[in-house]
């Protein structure tokens, strides 16, 4: 399987942002895999449609409830995601992620329009979901476009089908979409529209961060972190990086370890014949006694009985 961290060539257009290789630098991708070891991106295809929608179908606002993508067979639209407006014209991408806030219109000249869209979800675990730390850009063109495109008609076509391995089928392809949408080179990565020539001020990344700290606890679980190594990732207040990385992941951040650690374990207690002992060690348990506490509070039972159930069953 090719890396995520890998680029992908595409041509220029001209509605998208600068070719320039001082663009190339600022495309859209996911960091190393380091930022979270048990590192695994799990991606579930859910669904994937065709349809042709009017005007009064298509024109809608609220809050997005799951992950989508949508690109637009025929015809030309605008969409406001959180106050970015774009405008799609045929063969465009675009992805909407749980909780964007859009409104939706067609273009004067058309009254209705034809579009293929898939749902899926993505996430490092069920605390932490793709989207939240690394969202994927909100509107493609190009070759980009033009390889979900092909994508989605696959997810389609699996969707129709009784094979019993079609959920297998769709996570490939919804991994596949996203791989494309993060290698996108800068100049097929749309951009919004300006919608006042007052310039808006640009908000700080207080996002940037937390994923400092997740990437580093990703790299260092196995060693004997202290809450306040993580926190001089940060130049946040404690109270303050508390607050928005449980905002983000739902667990504070000594929980987030433990859960990493946990999640390599079980990992290391299924693939190798690693003893408790070295496992705990590996995954930054010095004592095996209180590794197999926390796992039995976590899991429901023993490493042991974990590994024996799993492997046997």
Not at 30 to 51: L, Y
Not at 203 to 211: F, G, H, I, K, S
Not at 283 to 305: I, N
């Amino acid at each position: 399987m090719t890396s995520l961290r890998q680029t992908a060539n595409g041509t220029n257009s001209p509605r998208a942002g600068r070719g320039s290789a001082e663009c190339a630098e600022k495309r859209l991708l996911i960091p190393p895999t380091q930022m979270m070891v048990p590192g695994a991106v799990f991606v579930h295809g859910i669904s994937a449609h065709r349809a042709v929608l009017s005007r009064e179908q298509w024109r809608s606002q609220g809050m997005m409830k799951g992950n989508a993508v949508t690109v637009v067979a025929k015809g030309e639209a605008w969409i406001t995601l959180s106050g970015r407006k774009y405008r799609l014209r045929t063969g465009d991408a675009l992805f909407m992620t749980n909780d964007t806030v859009y409104e939706r219109d067609l273009a004067r000249i058309t009254e209705s329009i034809d579009v293929m869209w898939m749902f899926f979800d993505a996430h490092f675990s069920t605390h932490l979901s793709l989207f939240k730390l690394y969202p994927p850009p909100d509107c493609l063109t190009g070759g980009a476009a033009r390889t979900i495109r092909r994508l989605i008609g696959g997810a389609m076509r699996e969707w129709r089908s009784a094979d019993p391995a079609r959920e297998i089928r769709l996570g490939s392809l919804s991994l596949e979409v996203l791989a494309t949408a993060y290698r996108a080179p800068c100049n097929e990565v749309l951009r919004p529209q300006v919608i006042s020539s007052r310039p808006a001020a640009c908000p700080p990344d207080n996002l940037a961060p937390v994923r400092r700290a997740i990437d580093f606890i990703g790299g260092h679980f196995s060693e004997p972190l202290t809450f306040g190594q993580v926190l001089a990732q940060t130049a946040f207040s404690s109270g303050y990086f508390c607050r928005l990385f449980h905002r983000l992941t739902g667990l504070s951040p000594m929980q987030y370890l433990e859960h990493v650690r946990i999640q390599e374990s079980r990992r290391l207690l299924l693939n190798t014949a690693a003893t408790i002992r070295a496992v705990a060690e590996q995954v930054g348990f010095p004592d095996p006694y209180h590794y197999s506490r926390v796992f039995r509070r976590v899991q429901g039972m023993s490493p042991a009985h974990f590994r024996q159930r799993i492997t046997r069953g």
